[in-house]
């Protein structure tokens, strides 16, 4: 059974950056897909990024295209999400998760293990 715990969520101004990370233990994530959701009050959770197992082929949702970057370092089981030029629209609390499968998905349903989240909130 693999623990998440994602951290570095805070307030921050639109257009600053900011980086969260999720990091595991109980297993290793070096053979698992990882992404990011976030949740929005009065929102469905919805999909942000993904990154392969290698940490070489990602996918983002169009909202964060060019803004967001997902990362992973397999030899410290953590996985990274930086995100620039933020907006008021980001607010949301921030969850990693890891995919049942081995091809990079950004359906909620694929992945199994999530963590408690982390806020962001970006004031305008």
């Known amino acids: 059974q693999v623990q998440l715990v994602e951290s570095g969520g805070g307030l921050v101004q639109a257009g600053a950056s900011l980086r969260i990370s999720c990091a595991a233990s109980?297993?290793?994530?070096?053979?698992?897909?990882m992404g990011w959701f976030r949740q929005a009050p009065g929102k469905e959770r919805e999909f942000v990024a993904a990154?392969?197992?290698?940490?070489?082929?990602?996918r983002y949702a169009d909202s964060v295209k060019g803004r967001f970057t997902i990362s992973r370092d397999n030899a410290k089981n953590t996985v990274y999400l930086q995100m620039n030029s933020l907006k008021p629209e980001d607010t949301a609390v921030y969850y990693c998760?890891?995919?049942?499968?081995?091809?990079?998905?950004?359906?909620?349903?694929?992945?199994?293990?999530w963590g408690q989240g982390t806020q962001v909130t970006v004031s305008s």
């Open positions: 990154v392969s197992s290698g940490g070489i082929s990602t």
């Open positions: 998760a890891r995919s049942r499968l081995n091809v990079v998905s950004t359906s909620l349903a694929d992945f199994g293990s």
């Open positions: 109980g297993r290793t994530l070096s053979m698992s897909v």
